[in-house]
Every structure is written in C-alpha cells, then in structure tokens.
C-alpha cells in the first residue's frame, strides 16, 4: 500500500489511469468498480480516494432505492393506520360498557341519605 505524500509534477504524469489498471472494472452500463482491497494492494494514492468515491456513490444509490420503496409503501401504511385506528375505536367503543360508570339517579327516597325521611312527601297517617 502506497504511502499518502506530496508527489511530484513527474510523478503525477506518471500516475496510473484507472482505464489502465488491471484492478478496474467497467460493466457494460459503464458503471466503474474496483477490484482491489483498499487494505492490502492499492496501486496510487489517490487510488483510495477514488475507491471511496465509488463506494459513497453506491450508499447513495441504495439509499435512493429505500426512499423509493417507502414512497411505493406510503399510501398502503396510510391506509392500513386508518383500518387500525377504526378497528380500536371500534373495540373501544365496544368495551366502554365495562368501565362506564353511569351515575345513579338521585331517589327521593334514597336509602343511602339519613335525612331522606324528613324529604318525603308522605307525612304519614293522619292522627
């Protein structure tokens, strides 16, 4: 592996091109990909910049590949979230008997007040 250094005008002439290293690859879309190991057996310098590139390039490209496919996704979620949310409103509503707690009407005769004999409106047998 080359050391990275200042090279000089002869040496930067005398640089490999990627067209002509036995490590480059170009697919028949022209898409270019390195064969080496930027580890063990890189030719120039500049060579791992190079190769960084590459492999930048190909993060993006997946990450453009996963937006798309969430923006496929997006409006099936969208629905499903709106199928759920009526499902659970439906459980919901269908389960608030349970902890309903309805307020028991006022009685005028109720047995729980003690006063409720002095309320009533029978006054009892006439003497």
């Keep these: 592996m080359m050391n990275a250094r200042e090279l000089s005008p002869a040496e930067v002439i005398a640089m490999i091109q990627c067209k002509d290293c036995e490590f ?7 898409q270019i990909a390195f064969a080496c190991d930027p580890f063990s057996n890189i030719k120039e310098p500049e060579c791992l910049a190079k190769w960084q590139l590459l492999k930048i390039n190909q993060m993006v490209a997946a990450y453009q590949a996963t937006l798309d496919y969430y923006q496929k996704l997006a409006p099936m979620q969208e629905k499903m979230f709106k199928v759920m949310e009526r499902e ?24 729980d007040d003690p006063d409720a004999w002095k309320k009533g409106h029978d006054n009892g047998p006439a003497l």
């Design 24 to 30: 480059c690859r170009r697919g028949p879309d022209g």
């Design 88 to 111: 659970l409103d439906d459980m919901n509503e269908s389960e608030k008997w349970k902890t309903d707690e309805e307020e028991p009407e006022e009685d005028e005769n109720s047995f």
